[in-house]
């Protein structure tokens, strides 16, 4: 995502439209002997969701606009004594829902300040009554199998050892049902009981089940496919007539179905009347398309730190391309680059530099087998190479792209997709003569997988991410790159009290080239020895594989590219490819540009309020490092940026704007060759990073 401005600006437009159109709707009072809520805490509580408790209280603080202006945009929240009453029987029975059955209000405190109130309610809670054990009671026997899924149910909700929760513990009789109905108990009935024991604080939780005969599947119908194929559905859902009975595969199959993008509902129908006369469940999907074509218009204006463009964006989707299920997509992006304009100098632009982006990209469903996806992927791009300092010749790339591969998510978790690229740039001359750049061909083997365990994959409160990207380059796929290249990644989400969110994230990169960076390394080596000539196709190699920070998903106190080892360029230098004819001297840094690296480490965590409805904020801070040397973890210069931002919710993410602020002392060591410093900006050492989604 770009610094400053992204290329989707018509949702920010819309938002700040939004923003003051409910502005205008003007301010409100709190009314004459009225007093309004200005704060309610509980204190005493541990161990539960405050944030779910404070919701289900009638007294509740009154919102602000933008987390900080009573009385604007949102009405003030009277404060009602009788109200407060009843708000402390709820506490009380919160928490006793929640195992903690001693809990109980020991006083209310009402604080006025002119014609607000403070509310604190003071809470014992006790100790918690604890699941102690699990039973099974079977009416009629089940074999092991169907015994073990229903305790992993169980425990999965409520494990041994937790408090007795309320919820949970009605939680864990559906997830015991499914647990049954899951290995071909299709009428299968389970009720629940507890026997709490309050001098121990133990429960015994009791499931008495009623598994019911094992069923099959019987006869699929799929209705309501209008002009759509009928196999391919059959094939994606995957529910074999005489197979065993699974409520799980029906569950997976609807899903696959949904994910297909071209049903707007999906019912499954069991009839369980046959059932109970032939042990057989014939099954009817009921299926609603949605509109299958579509044609997509837009624009925008990008403003960053590299450039600043205008462009437009034309597109295409048939969810039924030449039948089959298969899905294409296609998209033209043209634009017009306005040359040396970027911010922050905004200097006139001079030179129209013209771009676009071509892609085509056709996926077919039940590729091999009923979850697998195949997909081909086409580009053809012209862009020109910019770096965060304007050279009087500019280079740009034809660049011609291909994939194929697949995708395929496991247990709903574990997502993985092998694939082969390969790409081939063609260099040509924008502005001036650029010379001593080759045509590329870089042919390699891609494999993307990640385990997602979050709540939310657009605006996370808790969970983990693990993902990885493996890439092999050359040897017998030949090209010109012969490389090792792979990037693990971490994500963590903690939430707290108040909507308060807590966001970490650490990745490393590795890149282990076989045939170039041998002189770029003599280079970073012996400063002071540049051999620019021999290295120019180290580095124009590198800025394709290597690696760099620095950016909106990076670090935000840094533009960009900002973050890592800068050297001379031949064919990109400020004084052009010639340095002798422009008197830029290649040992001198004012003519340094960002190369790329074998090794990067990066460490981001950021604090998340929500404010009010969509406006929430964050603080944050971000560090890494990107260095020449393969596996080279430099922790001495951690790059450290600090800063805060605001973010506004829309259907396709959050709108999110942060400043960074280099910490000084916290970047490198003290006259360490290669690093280069950005310009400041409005005199700061910060950068601006604007963008639609979370940083992370």
């Not at 899905?327 to 632009?349: A, M, S």
């Not at 790339?397 to 496991?410: A, I, M, N, P």
Request: proline letters at 7%; one cysteine or more; charged letters at 25%.
């Amino acid at each position: 995502m770009p610094l400053v401005s992204g290329s989707r600006t018509h949702p920010f437009l819309v938002s700040v439209a939004s923003l003051i159109a409910l502005a205008g709707n003007g301010c409100y009072r709190v009314p004459d002997g009225k007093k309004a809520i200005a704060d309610v805490r509980i204190e005493g509580v541990h161990g539960i969701d405050e944030e779910e408790l404070l919701d289900r209280l009638a007294t509740r603080e009154s919102s602000r606009f933008l987390g900080a202006f009573d009385g604007v945009v949102y009405e003030y929240e009277i404060f009602d004594p009788y109200a407060l009453r009843r708000d402390l029987q709820r506490i009380e029975r919160y928490l006793r829902a929640q195992g903690f059955y001693d809990a109980h209000v020991y006083a209310a405190r009402v604080e006025t300040k002119g014609n607000k109130v403070y509310v604190t309610v003071g809470v014992n809670q006790g100790e918690p009554v604890l699941v102690d054990s699990i039973a099974i009671a079977e009416k009629t026997p089940v074999d092991e199998k169907t015994r073990e899924a229903i305790r992993k149910a169980i425990k999965s909700v409520l494990p041994i050892g937790k408090p007795l929760d309320e919820d949970k513990f009605a939680e864990s009789e559906s997830a015991a049902l499914k647990g049954l109905t899951s290995t071909g108990h299709a009428a299968a009935k389970l009720t629940r009981h507890a026997e709490v024991d309050l001098a121990t604080r133990r429960a015994r939780l009791i499931y008495t089940v009623e598994p019911g005969p094992l069923g099959k599947f019987g006869p699929v119908k799929v209705e309501g496919l209008g002009d759509l194929p009928e196999g391919p559905v059959r094939r994606i859902f995957g529910v074999e007539e005489g197979a065993r009975y699974s409520s799980e595969v029906l569950a997976e199959g609807r899903q696959a179905l949904l994910d297909l993008g071209v049903f707007a509902s999906i019912d499954i129908v069991q009839d369980m009347e046959e059932f109970q006369r032939s042990q057989v469940v014939p099954i009817t999907v009921k299926a609603q398309p949605a509109k299958i074509r579509a044609l997509l218009l837009g624009g925008g204006v990008e403003l960053d730190s590299l450039k600043t463009d205008t462009h437009l964006q034309v597109g295409w989707q048939n969810g039924n391309f030449l039948g089959g299920l298969r899905k294409l997509d296609l998209r033209y992006k043209p634009g017009i680059v306005l040359y040396p304009t970027r911010f922050p100098d905004l200097l006139p632009p001079t030179d129209p530099l013209y771009e676009h982006r071509l892609t085509g990209t056709l996926r077919q469903p039940a590729f091999f087998e009923k979850r697998t996806t195949g997909f081909a992927r086409a580009e053809y791009n012209i862009y020109p190479v910019l770096l965060p300092r304007a050279t009087e010749d500019v280079l740009g790339y034809h660049e011609l792209r291909g994939e194929v591969g697949l995708e395929r998510t496991f247990w709903g978790k574990l997502f993985v997709s092998p694939e082969y690229n390969l790409q081939a740039n063609f260099p040509f001359d924008y502005v001036g003569r650029v010379e001593g750049v080759e045509p590329l061909t870089i042919s390699y083997l891609a494999v993307a997988s990640h385990l997602d365990f979050r709540d939310d994959p657009i605006k996370p409160r808790r969970g983990i991410y693990i993902g990885n990207e493996l890439q092999l380059a050359g040897g017998p796929l030949q090209g010109v790159a012969d490389d090792i290249r792979v990037q693990p990644e971490i994500r963590g989400f903690i939430p707290l009290p108040r909507k308060i969110t807590v966001a970490l994230r650490g990745s490393v990169g590795f890149l282990f080239p076989f045939n170039y960076s041998k002189f770029s390394q003599i280079n970073f080596e012996k400063p002071g020895t540049s051999r620019a000539e021999e290295s120019a196709r180290d580095y124009q190699l590198l800025f394709f594989r290597g690696f760099f920070g620095g950016g909106p998903t990076s670090n935000r106190g840094y533009p960009l590219r900002g973050v890592g080892p800068h050297d001379y360029i031949p064919y990109l230098s400020p004084a052009g490819q010639s340095g002798a004819a422009g008197g830029c001297n290649p040992n001198d840094q004012a003519c340094y540009l960002p190369t790329g690296g074998l090794s990067l480490w990066e460490a981001n965590v950021e604090v998340r309020f929500v404010v009010s409805g969509p406006f929430s904020t964050a603080i944050f801070c971000d560090a890494g490092d990107v260095s020449p040397f393969a596996v080279s973890i430099r922790l001495d210069r951690p790059h450290l940026s600090c800063g805060g931002g605001a973010r506004y919710d829309t259907p396709v993410g959050p709108i999110r704007l942060d400043v960074g602020y280099r910490i000084p002392g916290m970047q490198y060591p003290t006259g360490a060759s290669f690093e280069i410093d950005p310009a400041p900006l409005l005199g700061m050492p910060i950068a601006i990073a604007f963008g639609i989604g979370e940083a992370f």
